[in-house]
């Protein structure tokens, strides 16, 4: 499984931005995509989940923020709304097939005045 992560950037306090990850390959088997952000020094946080059935589990940042959706098996979205600087981070795609974690290459998303 490959992931191609995009949509990061700069943008002010307030802001939104869109994060899209498109999966190839083997992709039959997916089981659930999901949002993770790391920080210099930190240890790789939870920001969302998507589930294959349709569940969705937002980490305690995200909520009420941000959102999760899968248009289809191959491509999940991010909406973060009202950004603030403590959102900075290096976002990544991630997807579990048959007990195997994949991860993308990451969309650096930097919130800044």
């Known amino acids: 499984v490959q992931l191609q992560a995009s949509g990061g950037g700069l943008v002010q306090p307030g802001g939104s931005l869109r994060l899209t990850c498109v999966a190839s390959g083997s992709i039959l088997g997916i089981n659930r995509m999901g949002w993770y952000r790391q920080v210099p020094g930190k240890q790789r946080e939870l920001v969302a989940i998507a589930t294959r059935d349709g569940g969705i589990r937002m980490a305690g940042p995200a909520e009420g923020r941000f959102s999760i959706s899968r248009d289809n098996a191959t491509t999940l979205y991010l909406q973060m709304n009202n950004l603030n600087t403590e959102d900075t981070a290096v976002y990544f795609c991630?997807?579990?097939?048959?007990?195997?974690?994949?991860w993308g290459q990451g969309t650096l998303v930097t919130v800044s005045s």
């Open positions: 991630n997807a579990y097939r048959y007990g195997q974690d994949y």
